[in-house]
């Protein structure tokens, strides 16, 4: 099993930058696959970034909406394995619960968090 812990997240105003992280504990040497997605109401969940780990490389993968303004990084130090999303140049259409995910790959993701609101106010 593999626990997901996230922090960050808030209110900020459009322009502003917020920073999320995600913290995996548990069985993690089977997690290749680290990612953020997010819900806006009414709208399905979409993913935000994501970075896949083979061998001792990261990919990263950004949705068009975000790129050049989001970048995501993963550290494998210790026992945990944490990946953050920096958020700059936030718009107001950012405002949706971001969830953590992991799992083997993009194709198999059975592990999220518990989702972190962030705000962007015009």
């Known amino acids: 099993q593999v626990q997901l812990v996230e922090s960050g997240g808030g209110l900020v105003q459009a322009g502003g930058s917020l920073s999320l992280s995600c913290r995996a504990s548990?069985?993690?040497?089977?997690?290749?696959?680290m990612g953020w997605y997010r819900q806006a109401p009414g709208k399905e969940r979409e993913l935000v970034s994501a970075i896949t780990t083979t061998g001792r490389t990261n990919y990263a993968d950004y949705a068009d909406s975000v790129k050049g303004r989001f970048t995501i990084s993963r550290d494998n130090a210790g026992n945990a394995n944490t990946v953050y999303l920096q958020m700059n140049g936030l718009k107001p259409e950012d405002t949706a619960v971001y969830y953590c995910?992991?799992?083997?790959?993009?194709?198999?993701?059975?592990?999220w968090g518990q989702g972190t609101q962030v705000t962007v106010s015009s």
């Open positions: 995910a992991a799992g083997a790959g993009s194709y198999s993701i059975p592990y």
């Open positions: 548990g069985t993690i040497f089977r997690i290749n696959y």
